[in-house]
């Protein structure tokens, strides 16, 4: 994987990870062209080499390598100030991040237990997770993905509780959110903000497991809010193949 030195904006990512959608959204919502290379399921063990982290997203701009959904939403902020997703209101910005990092460390478990732990929908995501592998990993994927998302959540913790009460857990979450968002349309004040983007970015995978669909369209204010955002924020390009597919090693 290349630094690129033509000033291009590239993203390296997992196209069902919740931190890649939320990255894609902020690119799409700040109107910034970027290309895409999808990081196969095989590959992942590699990521070491191309972030401390050793995890996706990964931003390239330019010459200049970022990684951390966090750190390069804030440094797309700095470099493309309009439209603006983080308020310059003292308060309103501590908000914005709080439930930024709300979503990313307790919304993001719910997804991946829900998606990937849970016998109802974890044979079909790990396939998706996988379409882009080798016959052979796609046939593990079904058998290895919820086993390594296990150990994940386990270590965690939501992993440990029973079904029924990762449910009251998430119910509870679901109602203060749609409080929250109920009251101006938006997690924080009256406008669209990282937080909304970060919120919806995991609420749309919980949205994919059959349980947590079934939540959030019990709450319509909540769907409704969901459906904003992701009009606002959601490339069309994202349903489409994509063009560039690189071997990260
Ligand atoms: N805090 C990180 C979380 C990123 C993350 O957990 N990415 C997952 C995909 S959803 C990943 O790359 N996992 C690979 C691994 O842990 O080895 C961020 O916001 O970017």
Same mark, same amino acid.
Request: aromatic share 6%; hydrophobic share 40%.
């Given at each position: 994987?290349?630094?690129?030195?033509?000033?291009?904006?590239?993203?390296?990512?997992?196209?069902?990870?919740?931190?890649?959608?939320?990255?894609?959204?902020?690119?799409?919502?700040?109107?910034?062209?970027?290309?895409?290379?999808?990081?196969?399921?095989?590959?992942?063990?590699?990521?070491?080499?191309?972030?401390?982290?050793?995890?996706?997203?990964?931003?390239?701009?330019?010459?200049?390598?970022?990684?951390?959904?966090?750190?390069?939403?804030?440094?797309?902020?700095?470099?493309?100030?309009?439209?603006?997703?983080?308020?310059?209101?003292?308060?309103?910005?501590?908000?914005?991040?709080?439930?930024?990092?709300?979503?990313?460390?307790?919304?993001?478990?719910?997804?991946? &237990?829900? @998606?990937? #732990?849970?016998?109802?929908?974890?044979?079909?995501?790990?396939?998706? *997770? /996988?379409?882009?592998?080798?016959? +052979?990993?796609?046939?593990?994927?079904?058998?290895?993905?919820?086993?390594?998302?296990?150990?994940?959540?386990?270590?965690?913790?939501?992993?440990?509780?029973?079904?029924?009460?990762?449910?009251?857990?998430?119910?509870?979450?679901?109602?203060?959110? &749609?409080? @929250?968002? #109920?009251?101006?349309?938006?997690?924080?004040?009256?406008?669209?903000? *990282? /937080?909304?983007?970060?919120?919806? +970015?995991?609420?749309?995978?919980?949205?994919?497991?059959?349980?947590?669909?079934?939540?959030?369209?019990?709450?319509?204010?909540?769907?409704?809010?969901?459906?904003?955002?992701?009009?606002?924020?959601?490339?069309?390009?994202?349903?489409?193949?994509?063009?560039?597919?690189?071997?990260?090693?």
């Amino acid at each position: 994987m290349k630094v690129n030195t033509r000033g291009e904006i590239v993203l390296t990512q997992m196209e069902i990870s919740p931190f890649c959608d939320k990255v894609r959204r902020v690119l799409h919502y700040k109107g910034l062209n970027y290309s895409t290379r999808e990081v196969k399921v095989a590959e992942i063990s590699f990521l070491k080499r191309h972030a401390p982290t050793g995890k996706v997203p990964i931003l390239d701009y330019g010459e200049r390598r970022i990684w951390d959904s966090t750190d390069i939403c804030l440094a797309l902020e700095d470099l493309h100030p309009m439209p603006a997703l983080i308020p310059s209101d003292k308060r309103a910005r501590a908000d914005v991040m709080l439930i930024e990092d709300w979503a990313d460390e307790t919304l993001y478990f719910f997804e991946m &237990t829900m @998606r990937f #732990a849970w016998p109802d929908d974890r044979a079909r995501w790990s396939l998706e *997770l /996988a379409k882009r592998d080798l016959p +052979a990993v796609r046939m593990l994927a079904p058998f290895l993905v919820p086993r390594l998302t296990r150990k994940i959540v386990d270590f965690q913790g939501l992993g440990r509780k029973s079904r029924a009460h990762v449910l009251r857990d998430l119910n509870r979450l679901l109602d203060s959110l &749609t409080v @929250r968002v #109920a009251d101006t349309g938006y997690c924080v004040g009256h406008t669209i903000t *990282l /937080a909304d983007i970060s919120v919806a +970015a995991q609420i749309h995978c919980i949205n994919g497991s059959t349980e947590g669909a079934a939540a959030i369209n019990a709450r319509p204010d909540l769907a409704a809010w969901k459906k904003r955002i992701d009009d606002a924020t959601m490339p069309q390009a994202r349903h489409a193949p994509h063009d560039t597919v690189v071997d990260p090693r």
